[in-house]
Structures are given as structure tokens and as C-alpha cells.
């Protein structure tokens, strides 16, 4: 999932000289921009504690201060600081959708749901917001509703990469191989060099039982020959059309990159027989 980039604040404070230019430091390092996470913590705390922000600066910081700590998987203390962010101001889109983050991070859907709502609520054209709920769905078993969803994140951010290659991922699992297609194809247009647009176009083409899936296949692995996931989802699709010494001679080079599936140990052991 796409997390949302800090905020970069511009600090405007009654507050003497020297004590803004160090309020602006702290602010501008709690951006994230040029900051690892644990400074980023450090820069927004010291923002917090000087007192001086004012309630949506707050609120902005609270939310990177809450990203610093998603990117460390402390996900109880970004809790509280996405709950800060909300307080200082409820009606802050940032600030709910990166609740919503972390209350998904903590497998407290329904919570998260209501934060995506509320988001859509405050603005109808958050695609983020929309973009947001749908990988839920589609993350958690209901690809039928992150279509809509994703769909609606499409038509506000036309040229929003992620959004399609997800709506994608929904169309194949629901089935809609023409579809999927359609999707993956476009982001291929766009970028000629996209392997798991390639992988999962592919995917696509074999369920509609064209040939051009072989092609994706072979261009995805051309693309990432050290992707362990390519290796074996050709070796299914040779599998599947009876050429089994290819396809065990990619199910060889995904066991040998590393990926890991119950199917492809049992696999493994015929072959070594």
C-alpha cells in the first residue's frame, strides 16, 4: 500500500526569532523528506513539545510522526500519534487515512473502514481515500467492493499506476480475465519495463487461453530473473500445458530463489527422485 509522503509545513508563529527557526528545523526534518524514521520521530516530538503549533500544524505532524513509527512497525505507538492528529483536527483527510493505515496494521478493520468513510466524507474526491479502502478489500477477501472502489480511485487519478495495477489484482480474482487484462495492459503501455504487469497480464491471457500468455510470462522473467514468484507461476502454466521438463526446470530456479509453497515442495521431492 501507498503510504502518504510527510508533510512539509511552513511555521509561521509569534514566537521570538531564534525559537522559530528552530520550531521551522524541527518541522521541515519531521517531513520525512530528507530524514530516516527515527529522526523523524525525533524532529516531530521536539516540534510537539515545544508547544507552540498550532492546531492543523499539529495535526500534520502528529501524522508524520505516526508514519515514523509505521516504517519501524511500532504500530501502538503510531496509534497514539494518529489519534493526536485526529483530535488536534478531526476533519484533517491526512490524518484520518493514516489512522485507517494503522488501525489495518493492527488487523482493526471495522475502525479502520470507519476512518476511510469519514475521509470520503470530508472529500468526495480523495482518490487516496477510495485507493485506500479498496486495497483493504482486496487485502482482506472482497475483491467485488475494491473494484468499485478502486474503480472510483481510477476515475478521479486517471493516471494513478497503483490504483489500476490493484483494480487488476481484483479483476483476477473475481474472474474478470478481460479485464484484468485491460489493466495490466494499459500500465505495460506506460511502462514497457513493468514485470508484474507482465507476470499477472500473463495470468490473465493463460485463463483466457491465449497463447500471448507465454510471452508474458518469459518477458516477466526477463524483466526480474532473480523474481522467485515468476519462475514458478511459468512453471504452473508450462505444467498445465504437458511440458513437464520445462516446468520442472522452473520450478528448479524459483526453489533455488527462494520461494516458498507447499505445492513446490512436493514438487521438489518428485523431481529428486
Not at 524532529?43 to 508547544?51: L, S
Request: charged share 25%.
Amino acid at each position: 500500500m501507498i503510504r502518504p509522503a510527510g508533510v512539509l509545513l511552513a511555521v509561521a508563529l509569534l514566537v521570538p526569532g531564534a525559537a522559530r527557526a528552530d520550531l521551522q528545523t524541527y518541522v521541515e526534518m519531521c517531513s520525512g523528506a530528507t530524514s530516516t524514521p527515527h529522526q523523524v520521530i525525533n524532529f516531530c516530538q521536539r516540534a510537539i513539545d515545544t508547544g507552540q503549533l498550532r492546531p492543523t500544524a499539529r495535526a500534520q505532524v502528529s501524522v508524520n510522526l505516526s508514519i515514523g513509527y509505521l516504517d519501524l512497525g511500532e504500530y501502538n505507538s503510531a496509534l497514539k500519534a494518529a489519534n493526536q492528529a485526529v483530535k488536534a483536527k478531526p476533519d484533517l483527510v491526512v490524518g484520518l487515512l493514516n489512522r485507517a493505515r494503522v488501525y489495518e496494521k493492527l488487523k482493526r478493520l471495522d475502525e479502520a473502514a470507519t476512518d476511510y468513510q469519514a475521509a470520503i466524507r470530508i472529500d468526495r474526491n480523495s482518490a487516496e481515500a477510495y485507493f485506500g479502502r479498496g486495497v483493504m478489500l482486496l487485502t482482506h477477501g472482497d475483491p467485488y467492493r475494491a473494484v468499485k472502489d478502486l474503480t472510483q480511485a481510477i476515475t478521479l487519478a486517471p493516471d494513478w499506476g497503483p490504483a489500476r495495477f490493484n483494480r487488476g489484482l481484483a479483476y483476477l480474482q473475481i474472474g474478470q480475465h478481460t479485464r484484468a487484462d485491460g489493466d495490466f495492459s494499459e500500465l505495460i503501455r506506460r511502462n514497457g519495463r513493468d514485470a508484474e504487469a507482465f507476470l499477472y497480464r500473463g495470468q490473465a491471457r493463460a485463463a483466457l487461453n491465449q497463447t500471448a500468455a507465454a510471452d508474458d510470462f518469459d518477458q516477466a522473467i526477463a524483466l526480474a530473473e532473480e523474481w522467485p514468484l515468476a519462475w514458478f507461476v511459468r512453471g504452473r502454466y508450462r505444467d498445465r500445458k504437458g511440458d513437464r521438463e520445462d516446468a520442472n526446470a522452473d520450478f528448479l530456479r524459483a526453489w533455488e530463489l527462494g520461494h516458498s509453497d507447499p505445492w513446490l515442495l512436493e514438487r521438489m521431492r518428485e523431481i529428486s527422485r
